[in-house]
């Protein structure tokens, strides 16, 4: 759609937000003013720079003319100087008419200071000089030039026979003169140079116009720019120009002919006025735009602070009713009659009636349940003359649709800005769900007593290093009232400490100690086992810590009576030791005849050798010596069978359950001789190893004797079932250290050549009262069982596999080792050894 400018200029205006509308209005004055200003600017430093162009100009032009009448006026005398130096080389004119000519010429040109005759070796003929020269000017007659002096030009002159000007340096007693060598030649002949010297200032005073020196400053200048004659104007520093063209002095320069660029005339005009920058209408506008335009930024400024100011208000008003509307806590206020005059939107979700429905009410109000009214009315009455509690007070709410809840009112006075109250501000809370908690709460209180009341098992708390009891249940008080005397000898007793520890002995108490109140861990508890004379109990004690409601630290001690428990683990020992020892009967009642056997032939050797000595005595063929000799082998005989008793005695003698530090060698020593009575009766070969420097065990040696000895005789009873050749039939028993969840243990292994464990009774292996021989009771393995777990011991059966095929049976059954037994170093092991 094509608009015109103006349309479209609307439209762009109208679809600003009002703040950058705004914000336009305010710039475009000041845009405005700004352009004005520019263009002042601009005019008057067009016609600033047209002016100092004409001055240039005119100077250039009046340079020009000067240069011109000082270029004449040297030519004149140049001309004249030429002929009295043609006279000279002519010898029409001797020096005393050089002199007389000479002084004439100076005296009718001021600029000219001096003329000189000097021969073809730079010896001075003649000279004529004015009386302002100085001493170290003047040219005596006879002398020759000095080397420096004017000797450089003086051999120019001769080499260009042209006539040459020259510039002597200026010092603090002589000026800057100007010098003209004329060279004198005859017939080509160089025959010396006449030298005509000019005062620079002279030059200015007489040579420069006087029309010129009114209107500017003129000044001449050497080639280096040096100053040696007339005025000039200082520049001007460009750090105090106040506009961009405000140029320094207009100033131009040019080499004065014939001399050339060893000598520069310069012109530099004067200032007459300041001009059209320096008029006051040109200060006074800008002036005027400039505050203009100050006050147009001043007033923006304004503007855009009150636009902040509104901004933040409005900002702040927004956050504030925003927080209100999110607030969980109802709002409301009355005025001093008693009138609703604001509520928040949380107050009207409470109690379902809009923010119109409930503002500008009076009591009764739509929200007061009809039953509640008078109480809610005198309450009313009550916060309107301040005597509301700081605790606030607890109504009934009655919602739109009906419904009540639970809330709680607390009343505050509403004072407004300058200090006066002008109503009342209450916040309500909802407490429906707080109520509801609470009565929970109680009634989970109240079961949760109940509970405790009816435990068969004492529980008392009582903090620590203190005589107060905290709580005790129904049994507790049954058995010691109601003071803390009980639950401290409970803790005496069981061992645990009843009071704070000290610095000193901190690492002596358990792992609670030191632990902050509110932040207790769940540990396991200490326990003990008592027991207590006065009630005739054995008591299981278990203790704890535990932070108090009141942020003590308190001492919950648990008594179980395990009176019933403890006599029934007595009888089962008791059984189990019965048990132990009808085992080990049985085992020697089935190694019977590999006793008879084994004891027969030491008695039968003790029944030969005395029947050998009773023949020979009576015969009387029989010395001291072989008397001596058949007595010490027929004891040797006897102590044999002694032993075999003695063994076989202490393995089937009943006795108390001992644990003490025992060698594991012994042990195994012990068993074998036992069990090799059944090798040998059944043809087997045994085997034994025992690592050396293995440390004590902890154990009752009887029992691990047993164990040995019933897997032995197992091995053996399976090598003699499977019916192996003689070379396969051994069994091999090897004890060494091992590392069992990284902790040292003892390992018995018994490996045999029978035929192995069927997976059915590898099932049923411990099973009290199974065994798949004939004549077994079934109770071996589990006794066996039974003795090594009683020494935190595991035992297991596994089949030796070569192949696919069974080549025998392993059992192996280890015991854990007290660390502070274990050797430092542990030798290597020796190869096993096959005994006798």
Known sequence: MNLPPVARLRLWWRHLAPQRQDRFAVLAP??????????????????????????????????????????????????????????????????????????????????????????GHQRIEASYGTASLSASQLRTVGSTLKPGETESTYSLA???????????????????????????????????????????DGLYRYGVPAEVSARYAISFHDAMGGLLAGTSIPARNPATRLLPWDSPVNAYEVPVSPVGNGLVIRAQAYRTSLGVIGSGLFWLVTALSVMTAWMLIANWRHTRRRLQAQQALLSETSFRRAMENSMLTGMRALDLQGRITYVNAAFCQMTGWSESDLVGRTAPFPYWPEADRDSLASRLEEELTGKTLPSGIQVRVKRRDGTLFDARLYVSPLIDARGVQTGWMTSMTDITEPNRIREQLSASHERFTTVLEALDASISVAPLGSDELLFANKLYRQWFGTQAGGHLQLVAQAGVPVSLPSDESLDDVDAFAGLPTDS?????????????????????VRTRYL????????????????????????????????????????????????????????????????????????????????????????????????????????????????????????????????????????????????????????????????????????????????????????????????????????EFMVMDSGRGLAPEVMARLYEAFHSTKADGMGIGLSLCRSIVESHQGRIKAENIYNGTEVTGCCFSFWIPVTESLLPKTQPPHRQPRTPG
């Open 158 to 200: 001769r080499e260009l026979q042209q006539p040459i000007y020259s510039q002597n340096v200026a010092s603090t007693d002589a000026p800057a003169m100007l010098q003209l060598h004329i060279p004198l030649s005859d017939r080509a002949r160089f025959m010396g140079v006449v030298l005509a010297e000019y005062s620079v």
């Open 547 to 746: 932070s108090w409601v009141d942020g003590r630290l308190a001492q919950m001690v648990i008594a179980t009576d395990i009176t019933a428990r403890r006599l029934a683990e007595e009888q089962s020992a008791a059984q189990i030791e019965r048990a132990q020892t009808a085992s080990r009967l049985i085992t020697m009642g089935e190694m019977a005849s590999s006793v008879a056997h084994e004891l027969n032939q030491p008695l039968t050797a003790i029944n030969n050798y005395c029947n050998g000595m009773v023949s020979r005595i009576k015969a009387q063929q029989i010395s001291e010596e072989d008397l001596l000799i058949a007595l010490e082998k027929t004891a040797r005989q006897a102590h044999r069978a002694g032993q075999i008793i003695q063994r076989i005695r202490s393995f089937v003698k009943r006795s108390e359950p001992n644990r003490a530090l025992s060698k594991i060698a012994g042990m195994v020593d012990e068993a074998v001789e036992l069990a090799e009575i059944e090798m040998r009766r059944r043809n087997v070969r045994l085997t034994h190893y025992t690592a050396p420097r293995m440390p004590e065990l902890l154990v009752d040696p009887i029992l691990i004797e047993q164990v040995l000895v019933n897997l032995l005789k197992n091995a053996a009873e399976s090598v003699d079932s499977a019916q192996r050749p003689t070379a396969q039939r051994s069994v091999k028993l090897r004890v060494a250290p091992k590392l069992v969840d990284s902790k040292p243990v003892i």
């Open 520 to 540: 207790l861990p769940d540990t396991e508890a200490e326990s003990a086992e008592i027991y207590l004379e006065e009630l005739g109990k054995w008591l299981e």
């Open 30 to 119: 000041l845009a405005a003013v700004l352009l004005f200003l520019a263009a002042i600017v601009a005019a008057f430093g067009y016609l600033r720079l047209e002016e100092i162009d004409r001055e240039q100009e005119a100077v250039k032009r009046d340079l020009e003319y000067t240069q011109q009448r000082l270029r004449l006026r040297l030519l004149e005398r140049q001309e004249q100087l030429m002929r009295i130096a043609r006279e000279v080389a002519n010898q029409e004119l001797d020096t005393e008419e050089f002199e007389s000519r000479a002084e004439a010429m100076v005296n009718q040109y001021p600029e000219l200071q001096g003329l000189t005759w000097i021969d």
